[in-house]
Nanobody, 124 residues
Framework: QVQLVESGGGLVQAGGSLRLSCAASGHTVSDGAAAWFRQAPGQEREFVAVISWGGNKSYYADSVKGRFTISMDNAKNSVSLMMSRLRSEDTAVYYC?????????????????WGQGTQVTVSS
């Protein structure tokens, strides 16, 4: 099993920045990939960004491309999401997810492990 714990959520003004972190423990997914998803009230969970566990490949949703950066710290077994130029529509619960294969996928069904989520609220 892999346990994922997110941190770093909070309240920020529009145009500001916030950094989310996800620490992985238990069995590692060193041959896999890690991703961030988000879910706003009344909406389905949507893909944000994904990175291969080695950190050499990443992919972003169009809505966050150029504003968000996903990165991997292999030594700490953690993945981060740096969010800049935040907008009110970025308000959601953000979830970290991981899977055991390195293919970069955007579907929630592809991910075996999930964190509990962290709230990000962007005030306009």
């Amino acid at each position: 099993q892999v346990q994922l714990v997110e941190s770093g959520g909070g309240l920020v003004q529009a145009g500001g920045s916030l950094r989310l972190s996800c620490a992985a423990s238990g069995h590692t997914v060193s041959d896999g990939a890690a991703a961030w998803f988000r879910q706003a009230p009344g909406q389905e969970r949507e893909f944000v960004a994904v990175i291969s566990w080695g950190g050499n490949k990443s992919y972003y949703a169009d809505s966050v491309k150029g504003r968000f950066t996903i990165s991997m710290d292999n030594a700490k077994n953690s993945v981060s999401l740096m969010m800049s130029r935040l907008r009110s529509e970025d308000t959601a619960v953000y979830y970290c997810a991981a899977k055991r294969t390195r293919v970069l996928l955007t579907s929630t069904s592809a991910y075996n492990y999930w964190g509990q989520g962290t709230q990000v609220t962007v005030s306009s």
